[in-house]
């Protein structure tokens, strides 16, 4: 099973999950992907919901990077987009230059439909996609259900078009067997209660963070960027980022990297991210070194810090820099649990940091994929390289950057805090989830907030 020339940095994170599966090559499992196709048919209710046009819009960030064989949307003219996106342009012309084609090809066992409103006669397997502010999640379409809520911001609509993206690639691609057969999501409010309970939806949303420091900036440090930049601030030019990370975008980011284009390779992650925040109107302050033992928060930096590294060593010491809140999380890596999401909440959990990643653990890499990888001009050395490669994907990160996206707004709107959230994407049940008891507003008060333009709203 030859490949073609790849690097380490060229590399497709997805393929080799299609890969480990069906038991290809590589270039067989890209071919795969480019015959996948994502169909996003969407009502008129995409012009009456924030919510609604996060989760189209994530659905297609997502899905261009994991259906190569493209996206295709269906929706009314004319709709005016809610989100606060720099340009202010039609929603209609975003779905373009998001990546977005408007001409609708046939269903096929290739092609996975998913539904944003209303769905009278769904195709086989095809979903439909429920939000609110709080919630998202996901059901096979024409099952009904009810989310009726008040709160429309935009975290809960990234949750549920990526969860829709992410079952409906497992489904397509064949990497899981389990069908959806009820309804899936998530509350973001109180991730331990079933998401379609009333009490599992959250208070009008009052305070966003006036700072954060975002450690890491690869997956899951674009996906929370993803999420964070999409909230109803009222004014962004009062609230500051400090990006630290010191990677440079590489060609195999594209599949798993929200903020990722084909055009930025070469450019540091810094500088892309710092674009994204700073085109909506936020500060950012840029540092490009790792994170370390000499890395100290100071007394006008951030108190509250967003973690996505991929490695141990640096989360050992999270606690050793200074931060009132550290919101960590991680993903699993093969082909089997690269759809399991982990977030951890420091300071005062039950366990450290120190003790949670002690070792790093340095997995034997597959044999098939390293027999994949081999060609007849490499010792070996390259092929081992790419089968230790992580198994990542882009909607996989969003939904995790929902959820650590949720625990901060709960911490700054009177929520509980989660000391632990555990689950895997392709697993119909709720989210394995760990409560501790505190006033959370307490922690979050050094770090300042923001108004949000709902309260502005409210006020008129």
Same mark, same amino acid.
């Given at each position: 099973?030859?490949?073609?020339?790849?690097?380490?940095?060229?590399?497709?994170?997805?393929?080799?999950?299609?890969?480990?599966?069906?038991?290809?090559?590589?270039?067989?499992?890209?071919?795969?992907?480019?015959?996948?196709?994502?169909?996003?048919?969407?009502?008129?209710?995409?012009?009456?919901?924030?919510?609604?046009?996060?989760?189209?819009?994530?659905?297609?960030?997502?899905?261009?990077?994991?259906?190569?064989?493209?996206?295709?949307?269906?929706?009314?003219?004319?709709?005016?987009?809610?989100?606060?996106?720099?340009?202010?342009?039609?929603?209609?012309?975003?779905?373009?230059?998001?990546?977005?084609?408007?001409?609708?090809?046939?269903? &096929?066992?290739?092609?996975?439909?998913?539904?944003?409103?209303?769905?009278?006669?769904?195709?086989?397997?095809?979903?439909?996609?429920?939000?609110?502010?709080?919630?998202?999640?996901?059901?096979?379409?024409?099952?009904?259900?009810?989310?009726?809520?008040?709160?429309?911001?935009?975290?809960?609509?990234?949750?549920?078009?990526?969860?829709?993206?992410?079952?409906?690639?497992?489904?397509?691609?064949?990497?899981?067997?389990?069908?959806?057969?009820?309804?899936?999501?998530?509350?973001?409010?109180?991730?331990?209660?079933?998401?379609?309970?009333?009490?599992?939806?959250?208070?009008?949303?009052?305070?966003?963070?006036?700072?954060?420091?975002?450690?890491?900036?690869?997956?899951?440090?674009?996906?929370?960027?993803?999420?964070?930049?999409?909230?109803?601030?009222?004014?962004?030019?009062?609230?500051?980022?400090?990006?630290? &990370?010191?990677?440079?975008?590489?060609?195999?980011?594209?599949?798993?990297?929200?903020?990722?284009?084909?055009?930025?390779?070469?450019?540091?992650?810094?500088?892309?991210?710092?674009?994204?925040?700073?085109?909506?109107?936020?500060?950012?302050?840029?540092?490009?070194?790792?994170?370390?033992?000499?890395?100290?928060?100071?007394?006008?930096?951030?108190?509250?810090?967003?973690?996505?590294?991929?490695?141990?060593?640096?989360?050992?010491?999270?606690?050793?820099?200074?931060?009132?809140?550290?919101?960590? #999380?991680?993903?699993?890596?093969?082909?089997?649990?690269?759809?399991?999401?982990?977030?951890?909440?420091?300071? &005062?959990?039950?366990?450290?940091?120190?003790?949670?990643?002690?070792?790093?653990?340095?997995?034997?890499?597959?044999?098939?994929?390293?027999?994949?990888?081999?060609?007849?001009?490499?010792?070996?050395?390259?092929?081992?390289?790419?089968?230790?490669?992580?198994?990542?994907?882009?909607?996989?990160?969003?939904?995790?950057?929902?959820?650590?996206?949720?625990?901060?707004?709960?911490?700054?709107?009177?929520?509980?805090? #989660?000391?632990?959230?555990?689950?895997?994407?392709?697993?119909?049940?709720?989210?394995?989830?760990?409560?501790?008891?505190?006033?959370?507003?307490?922690?979050?008060?050094?770090?300042?907030?923001?108004?949000?333009?709902?309260?502005?709203?409210?006020?008129?």
């Amino acid at each position: 099973m030859n490949t073609p020339s790849i690097t380490a940095n060229s590399l497709n994170r997805v393929a080799k999950a299609i890969m480990v599966k069906h038991n290809v090559g590589y270039e067989e499992a890209c071919a795969i992907l480019g015959k996948m196709r994502l169909r996003l048919i969407c009502d008129v209710s995409i012009g009456q919901s924030v919510a609604m046009q996060a989760a189209l819009l994530t659905a297609i960030n997502t899905g261009k990077r994991a259906f190569l064989g493209g996206v295709f949307v269906s929706m009314p003219r004319n709709i005016r987009c809610l989100l606060p996106w720099p340009t202010h342009q039609q929603f209609n012309s975003i779905m373009s230059i998001m990546g977005a084609s408007f001409v609708m090809p046939e269903n &096929d066992s290739f092609t996975q439909t998913i539904y944003f409103g209303s769905a009278p006669k769904p195709v086989d397997d095809s979903l439909s996609v429920f939000c609110s502010g709080w919630r998202g999640g996901v059901a096979p379409a024409g099952v009904p259900v009810s989310i009726s809520s008040p709160h429309d911001f935009a975290t809960g609509g990234v949750l549920a078009g990526a969860l829709a993206v992410a079952r409906g690639f497992l489904r397509v691609s064949g990497l899981s067997s389990r069908s959806l057969e009820a309804p899936q999501g998530i509350s973001l409010w109180r991730p331990d209660l079933n998401w379609l309970d009333s009490a599992a939806d959250g208070p009008e949303l009052e305070s966003l963070p006036k700072a954060l420091w975002m450690l890491g900036l690869g997956h899951l440090g674009q996906a929370n960027l993803w999420n964070i930049g999409l909230l109803p601030y009222q004014s962004p030019k009062d609230a500051t980022f400090l990006l630290q &990370d010191f990677d440079t975008v590489v060609r195999g980011n594209y599949s798993s990297q929200l903020l990722c284009e084909q055009n930025n390779i070469g450019r540091k992650k810094t500088r892309i991210c710092s674009e994204w925040l700073e085109g909506r109107g936020f500060n950012t302050i840029v540092t490009e070194r790792p994170f370390d033992e000499t890395t100290k928060r100071t007394a006008d930096e951030p108190f509250i810090a967003c973690c996505g590294f991929d490695a141990a060593k640096p989360r050992r010491i999270l606690e050793n820099a200074g931060f009132d809140l550290i919101v960590e #999380c991680a993903l699993g890596a093969d082909a089997a649990r690269f759809d399991r999401i982990i977030l951890h909440t420091f300071p &005062d959990a039950r366990r450290q940091p120190a003790d949670i990643w002690a070792k790093d653990h340095q997995p034997e890499p597959d044999q098939r994929l390293v027999e994949a990888f081999r060609t007849k001009e490499d010792c070996g050395i390259l092929a081992e390289t790419l089968a230790k490669q992580a198994v990542s994907s882009s909607f996989v990160g969003a939904i995790a950057g929902a959820l650590v996206t949720g625990e901060i707004l709960r911490a700054f709107n009177g929520g509980v805090r #989660c000391e632990l959230i555990q689950m895997q994407v392709r697993q119909n049940d709720l989210p394995s989830v760990v409560l501790k008891e505190e006033i959370y507003a307490v922690r979050a008060a050094r770090s300042g907030f923001c108004q949000t333009f709902l309260q502005q709203i409210l006020a008129i």
